[in-house]
């Protein structure tokens, strides 16, 4: 199936892009002097290569390592738990909480904020479909609402305790690679953007959906835009008194998602999924005139369809349940936004053919990247850490070098296995939910409440989705 | 990894297999030729044979996808199999266990160590390995790939071409390990081999055999199919009247004065160049024997 993904003609362009830079480092290293050599560079330093980082230093195995990170950025200013919440917020799940506790980061996130999401109500404009998603009497949380930030403070802390093996560049962007290989260069050599070189025996790419090493890797790449937005947003709620706010709510309208996510008990993040020019009146709209915007997205009548609602009714009654309204909850109403918090950025699919080859390994959304409306986008990276940091372990105590890719090729095996059906699900849920074609309506709506009604399958989506 | 491991009563299984002794030693199958000086010229054709046979994928020995694929592939397993082997013995210092250093100070040997494919990560774990072949143009290339891919193992690593018999006479008792992987089933005899290996081995020191089982599945999924119809080897690479089963190694092993303290089945993904342990010795097998105090 992965080859059947592979767009041809990308390998050609490639390979001259790759010998152009081989030629363009053979005359540029001939007068460098003689540079340093790490075991390990990360290229970026965002949650994943942060989290990769902090994952490496406490390993056992790998802890005695040399490992860079370099970031583009200049350096991290630090998390203020006091600080008005920060508007790029994740939704973290069980497995990569329990990632998170590994490595020692989690009591830092924890003690800092979080929320956690006890319940999640997903359901459709176009018909009466909905699902819930819960453990069982709220026994566990669904997910984990945490700010971007304060996962990329809490690695920073690993890594400044791994100190001196683990160093930290910042501002330095990657110009070119060299591979290991052909050249009879038996290692990996990184060369920044303001000439400064590195060697290593192993270069991860964890510099986000343009990586610059995943391109000098050479690596087909199936991509496309969604030619939709999201944009985000905090916003404050107008929830009473005493009430919880714990509820993650997705309505899935007929332009895209939209969705609350809670931050605390009066605020929730925005991420409204919508088509680029709705995107931009939404950001450009005065503050009161954005809130009724939201208020109406979630509230307003859809022209439905009646087959669906009828099949859905008759589905409910095989059930045994009393209409088709039984447990619908709505949203608490929205009553501001706060200042400066909106932003949008665009949404794509990639998924690259290949994470490995002699020398380099792709991490996170170097690898994949995905539609943000089941919010697994990071948990699938944080996935990649972890089988990383595994495969590591495992070659480096067998006597394999680092970046040997006859050992890391298992992390690309295991890896592909578990997010190219997450990925291909995430992006059929889109392809089927931006439609108001009656076939797909009824179908998407009779699955839906299905799947809300049959237990053992709504947990089995519900593991795969949430670890 | 350990689910797969047997331990062998010695004692209590001596009796039938003693019976078999005959049919294994390669010295009785060309017992029919008169004299002993022919027999030993036609011993060393065979083994000037085989060295040539190896020696021609010297170059193309490090290349990972190139004839020797399966070979890279095996690493994966043998390589833990040895480390835990040797941890097993409870000769590692614990401060050592889960670290890259795990073998720091055990001192190894490798009979027929090729290019080095195996000597070299086993120095990577902090072993000094000694590697001998008989192959010049083996250990030329082991040698040079060495120095240039991993100059930091030098220290670690000694290369010599030379028969295992002659580095026993100046090395008696001297290693904690003795590897003969993928070896045994390109010599005649086996005997002389495995005694000569032996007498290196420190009383409590491993020896470690990977090879082929002597049976049907094994020839006509190794070689007919392996060799002839898929190319995962060279063809020429296995004969059956070389192959030896496991018990028939575990009793030569015997009368030396090592027991048997592991074998382990694996068989090979050519579909997806893997190894894997299996709870069959069909196709080919691991053991591992301890020298007796």
Sequence with gaps: MLLMLRPKGASVAASQVRSLVKRLLATETASTPAEEHYDIIIGGGGMVGTTLAAALSKNRTLADKKVLLLEAAPEFKGFSASAPFHNRVSAISQSSIELFKAIDCWTHIEKARCKPVKQMQVWDANSDALIHFQHDNFASDVACIIENNLIIDAAYARIRDAAPNYKVLNKARIQCVSLPGKSGEHNTRVQLQDGRSFSCDLLIGADGANSVVRKQMGVDVLAFNYDRMSLVANVDLNIEEGCDNSVAWQRFLPSGPVALLPLSDKQSSLVWSTTVPHARQLLAMQPSEFVDALNEAFCRQYPRLEVADKALQALNAFFGHQGSQHQRQYPPRVCGVQERTRATFPLGFLHASSYVCNGAALVGDAAHRIHPLAGQGVNLGFGDVRELVDTLAAGAYAGFKLGDSQHLIKYERKSLARNVPIMIGVHGLHSLYSTQLSPVVLLRSLGLQLTENLPPIKKLFMKSAMG | MLRNCTLFYPNRANKSLLRRLPRCFSLDQTSTTTGSSHQQEQQNADTAREVKHHEN????????????????????????????????????????INTTNVLNGQRILEVGCGAGLLTEQLARLGAQVTGIDLGEELINKARSHLTESSPELCSKVDYKVQPIDQHAKTNDNHYDAVIVSEVLEHVEDKVALLEASVRTLKPGGSIFITTLNKTLPMWLG???????VLNLAPKGTHHWDKMIAPLDVQRILDTMHCQTVLINGSTYDFWRNTWRWINSTQFCYALQAVKQE
């Design chain 2, 222 to 228: 190794g070689i007919v199919l392996g060799e002839y």
């Design chain 2, 57 to 96: 994928f010297a170059s193309d020995w490090w290349n990972k996808k190139g004839p020797m694929a399966a070979l890279h592939a095996l690493n994966e397993i043998r390589v833990p199999l040895i480390r835990d082997g040797i941890i097993a013995r409870g000769i590692v210092n614990s401060a050592y």
